[in-house]
């Protein structure tokens, strides 16, 4: 719970009333010194800062609102979580982004805002090969311990979150409407599974029907609470490819996975490659930019087993010999010591990376492989 | 033909014997001034820069080798061409490598060494995805009045070549053995079409049997004929990556397709694109890097026709009205202005750049589209 209840109070207020949103008010508590001082300052000083006295009035009368904090016990009795932005189990990555929701409406376990987290996100349209990708992607981060914030909506979001349940990661489900809305209809089970096992929050009021201008705001709480979001598929002007923008605004890495270039869906991934995110084949590619602490068992490429030198080619050989001499050298080194064309000695050197003999290291040269 | 009768000896001399290779007399012969500077100097001279006797007695040689100009001959009476590095018809950016051949036999239209040329190479094992893939970027590309080169292998190779054919760029196969030596077996057919309509060439003389050692040194014509060279499919280790490589070593750009993430031949590609490639999607890609001036049909995307804005979003509206007003403005600007949540702008500003309306541009600042 909240280190101070009056800041708890506080925040309640602020999320109850109309006058005060995060953006606006955000900026101002930072630059003044956090909540306390904010709420220590005169109506005119605040009225100045606020640009406005109703917004000045709404910040000091929120430190007493005790019908604001009598609402929320009355949730957390009938079993939902109040968690404001001064509370300890508030997630921190959150709390660092320009506007963090003052509170958070939870359900399941608040444990889950204490792990690693990524965001795997997409096309409500997507294909089977986007729910194929999304479902391996998430079992794999969420098996090793990641857990998987994506935002309820039908395909991709539903394929992740569905695949890291039951796993030491989990799943955290962001929704667009009161926790108590049922959207989309058909997930009913999967939200009580999420609920129960796992964690289904909201910035949205118990009761709030899903508006299409929720989902963009509650896109910049899926970016906020992870290190990496990760497009699997995405159409053009798809919801997901804002998300991965406020990531990168935020700071968060950007993953995008390709995929057909003929497929709808893989637009905007495609697109988003073009703009610097990076290329994410599976679960190991994120652990090894985000997490490289954590080890994955690979499911694809893997270096192979060292092979005898025997099997070699003959030119693999001469470059093999010259290097194992060298123990560093570049293509051109090694082309010049054993007189074989250029192309024929990155032929070679091929081969001895794929024999597990050599491999390509900085600047460009070749090693013996340890 | 030449504009030197000497040098086409000299070079037809060097090509035929077993002293010199490209990539040894290369260096020599730019560091000395030219092919006329080598020939008049004294055997000393080219001894201790060839740092071999027996290798600058066949330069001094190879001016007056009567025996292999008249096979040149020959060959030419019998329907090859016979093109060496300082006949007029030799491609200029081949030339620009560190080793170009000496020369290279060809059979068909040497007109295609004229055009621009972008490689589109691959595995030859590859997908139907990636042969649908290569047959449609070969046919864009080619229509535009781009040549496709390509290495005449199964696959990729294959397709590229074949959707080429009667088009305005046409298309040039670089074999790895000699251009009288049938394989692969079941191209027969495909080989007579590209003779007739389109180039056959080979650096390797009549009679080379294809050995696997010849396909890197015929990779490095590939990428050194080619402002830059696609990479459609590849498996890990695949002899498209050399390609690559060596495109990338020569200044040329590197593109590679993206494919599905469970695809064996999309490992190397994959891999070329974490590594710095050009996404490709299709022939506006490369064609947009490479060659701007030529325009292309965009067979996806394209923007749409603008639309009313009564057709937009509340909040669209609200910030179209206010990114009209300031005719440019970041995100930031807009979400202060209107007094939007940032993501709710950033989802508006989408909704705006659909419409036709608004647009992204420098400093990832927002502009009214003209």
Redesign the interface.
Known sequence: MSRDPVLRRAAISWARGREL????LWPVLRARGGAEALLASSEAELAEWLESGERARAVLRSGEDLPAERWAAQLERAGMRVVTAFDEEYPSLLAEI??PPFLLYAAGNLERFRLPAVGIVGSRAATR?GR??AARLSRELALAGVTVVSGFARGVDEAAHQAALSTPGGTIAVLGCGLDVEYPREHAALKKSVASRDLLISEFPPGAEPK??N???R??IIAGLCAGVVVVEAS??S?S??TA??AN?FGRDVFA??????SQT??GT?EL??DGAI????AEDVLAELFPAIGTART??GAAPPRASAAL???ARRVWETLRKEQDASAEDL?QAT?L????V??AL??L??AGLAQFGEGGRYGVRR
């Open positions: 949103t995060p953006q606006r320009p506007d090969y194929d990708v299409p201008s989902f963009p705001v896109n910049r053009r002007r919801g490819l804002i923008r406020l605004e996975v390709p995929g057909s270039v003929f893989s637009i495609h490659l073009r290329l994410c084949r599976g694809a490429g080619s003959e030119e082309a007189d064309p250029a192309a024929t990155l032929a091929f081969e990376e794929e």
